[in-house]
């Protein structure tokens, strides 16, 4: 049996962007319906095991890549999106990358607007900078050894009250202490009227000259406007299947912010699972910070035993001998602020089809972090590092690091991974742009997104903050012309 709903607007899709459209929306006086694929999550479950919450919190259990399968891609399933299992970093969008996006047209508002409600976005997501004591060993070691190479590190925001540091961060907070999407902008929608509806999987959107019509699994809504907020892969996907959109480029210029892990071996003991993870920002090599082309920040993520082990290149008894030295192991990555584009589209059974690999610039810019990285690790006291590329697996000296220049860059040789893809349907002013600059889809009258699939390019930093900010806007761009 068919359920039949209806709302004046319709969103699909409850993660950073999703809910803050949705809560703008109603709070605007407009009836919203919030749709989530996912389940809600109740944080009282979760046992901080990676063995059953990546399965439940991430989309395909954590093991969704690209089609040859070599990058990973993590992304959030359920209600609130990756901000349920993200580490908590609250960074801004970067003032000349919005200045760089405003000059093609691709803000839903003009640059000091979009700072300003970055910042508002900043104060309802609680963002603080990390106290002293609560970074951790890993961390510390990342700060010092940059500093010993005069390289410039930051402390980071997160929006988290202050914790246990129990670091299991990326697998659900059990003690509710991350001030995600729920806290930030469900929570008011939800007050003002909002409707949500979990395990509400949308397969197909029509519009007519009246309205819309959201199909699902066992549901229909009609509604006046639809708010496509289903992530990077998740968005494209949809708006392709439902014959939406005028744009050729709708799934065609997706970013991945592909990540390199480098991990190191300490004397000493370094318990990098524990602490508050991502506490320190290394930005000397980030030159899209002061609106230079390209480049990368460096950051140390949670490190439970899982996700270490998937950091060390190799298979079997390589990763084995390496994860006997746990205890003693750091780990960092480098984030890439990635020019080139890679494509997705619907696979066999509706599953995700997506080609990405990093071009030669980006590819240089990668080797490039990698070197920077595994240097600051030697500068820290490391006794040997462990790189992600299969045909040189550590280093042990400064000499040895240039041996990195050799080393091939293919597919399968080198461990690369992603957790902000963005950039799908991305916004401009240009025609050919999928998307305008106030958030509708061409080609559409009633079809809108509010996703970190709008960017233009990479952000560069961590999203969270960003697609708050465009989902946002775009619901306030909505709510402004439904009244007028």
């Given at each position: 049996?068919?359920?039949?709903?209806e709302?004046?607007?319709?969103?699909?899709?409850s993660?950073?962007?999703g809910?803050?459209?949705a809560s703008?929306?109603?709070?605007?006086g407009?009836?919203?319906?919030?749709?989530?694929?996912?389940?809600?999550h109740?944080?009282?479950?979760?046992?901080q095991r990676?063995?059953t919450m990546?399965?439940?919190l991430?989309?395909d259990?954590?093991?969704?890549?690209?089609?040859?399968?070599?990058?990973?891609?993590i992304?959030?399933?359920?209600?609130?999106?990756?901000t349920?299992?993200?580490t908590?970093l609250?960074v801004?969008?970067?003032?000349a990358?919005?200045e760089?996006?405003?000059r093609?047209?691709?803000l839903?508002?003009?640059?000091?607007?979009v700072v300003?409600c970055?910042d508002?976005?900043?104060?309802?997501l609680?963002a603080?900078?990390?106290d002293?004591?609560?970074?951790?060993a890993?961390?510390?070691?990342?700060?010092?050894?940059?500093?010993r190479?005069g390289?410039?590190?930051?402390?980071?925001q997160h929006?988290?009250?202050?914790?246990?540091?129990?670091?299991?961060?990326m697998i659900?907070?059990?003690?509710?202490?991350?001030?995600?999407?729920l806290?930030?902008?469900?929570e008011?929608?939800?007050?003002a009227?909002?409707?949500?509806?979990?395990g509400?999987?949308?397969?197909?959107?029509r519009e007519?000259?009246?309205?819309?019509v959201?199909?699902g699994?066992?549901?229909?809504v009609r509604?006046?406007?639809?708010?496509v907020?289903a992530?990077?892969i998740?968005?494209p996907?949809?708006?392709?299947?439902?014959?939406?959109?005028?744009?050729?480029?709708?799934?065609?210029?997706?970013?991945?912010h592909?990540f390199a892990?480098v991990a190191?071996?300490f004397?000493?003991?370094?318990i990098?699972w524990?602490?508050v993870?991502q506490?320190?920002l290394?930005?000397?090599?980030?030159r899209?910070?002061?609106?230079g082309?390209?480049?990368?920040?460096?950051m140390?993520?949670?490190?439970?035993?899982?996700?270490m082990?998937?950091?060390?290149?190799?298979h079997?008894?390589?990763?084995?001998d390496?994860?006997?030295a746990?205890?003693?192991l750091?780990?960092a990555g480098?984030?890439?602020?990635?020019?080139?584009?890679?494509t997705?589209?619907a696979?066999r059974?509706?599953?995700?089809?997506?080609?990405?690999?990093?071009?030669r610039?980006?590819?240089n810019?990668?080797r490039?972090?990698?070197?920077?990285?595994?240097?600051?690790?030697l500068?820290?006291?490391a006794?040997?590092v462990?790189?992600?590329?299969?045909?040189l697996?550590?280093?042990a000296?400064?000499?040895?690091?240039?041996r990195?220049?050799?080393?091939a860059?293919?597919?399968?040789?080198?461990?690369?991974n992603?957790?902000?893809?963005?950039?799908s349907?991305s916004?401009g002013?240009?025609?050919?742009?999928?998307?305008r600059?106030?958030?509708?889809l061409r080609?559409?009258r009633r079809?809108?997104?509010a996703?970190?699939?709008?960017f233009?390019?990479?952000?560069?930093v961590?999203?969270?903050v960003?697609?708050?900010?465009?989902?946002a806007l775009?619901?306030?761009?909505?709510?402004?012309?439904?009244?007028?």
């Open positions: 049996m068919t359920a039949e709903l709302a004046q607007v319709c969103v699909i899709g993660g950073a962007g809910c803050a459209a703008e929306l109603q709070r605007g407009f009836d919203t319906l919030l749709l989530e694929d996912g389940p809600h109740d944080p009282a479950s979760f046992d990676e063995s990546m399965s439940r991430y989309a259990g954590g093991l969704r890549t690209t089609t040859n399968q070599a990058v990973g891609i992304s959030g399933r359920g209600l609130g999106g990756s349920t299992h993200n908590g609250a801004p969008p970067p003032i990358v919005l760089a996006w405003a093609v047209g691709g839903p508002a003009p640059v000091e607007d300003g970055a508002e976005v900043m104060t309802r609680g603080r900078s990390v002293a004591d609560e970074i951790n890993n961390n510390r070691l990342l700060a010092t050894g940059a500093e190479l390289v410039s590190s930051v402390v980071a929006n988290r009250a202050r914790c246990s540091g129990c670091g299991y961060c659900g907070c059990a003690y509710n202490l991350k001030r995600n999407a806290f930030a902008w469900l008011d929608g939800v007050r009227g909002l409707a949500v509806r979990t509400a999987r949308v397969e197909h959107i007519t000259a009246r309205g819309c959201v199909r699994r066992g549901f229909q509604c006046d406007q639809v708010v907020a992530s990077a998740g968005t996907m949809l708006l392709r299947n439902s014959g939406l959109g005028s744009s050729r480029r709708i799934g065609r210029t997706l970013r991945l592909p892990p190191a071996v004397d000493d003991p370094v990098a524990r602490g993870p506490s320190v290394v930005t000397g090599g980030a899209f910070l002061d609106g082309r390209g480049g990368f920040i460096l140390a993520g949670a490190a439970g035993p899982g996700a082990a998937a950091f060390v290149s190799g079997g008894r390589e990763v084995t390496v994860m006997r746990y205890p003693r750091a780990a480098v984030l890439l602020h990635d020019e080139g584009c890679g997705v589209s696979g059974g509706g599953r995700p089809r997506i080609r990405y690999w990093p071009d610039h980006d590819r810019g990668i490039d972090g990698i070197r920077l990285l595994a240097r600051i690790w500068a820290a006291g006794r040997r462990l790189l992600p590329f299969r045909q697996r550590e280093v000296s400064e000499a040895e690091v240039s990195l220049d050799g080393v860059f293919r597919p399968h040789d080198v461990s690369l992603s957790v902000h893809p963005q950039g349907v916004m002013a240009d025609p050919a742009a999928a998307v600059p106030d958030g509708r080609g559409t079809v809108w997104v996703d970190g699939s709008l233009p390019g990479s952000v560069g961590p999203p969270q960003a697609i708050m900010t465009f989902g775009v619901g306030r761009s909505m709510v402004a012309e439904m009244k007028s």
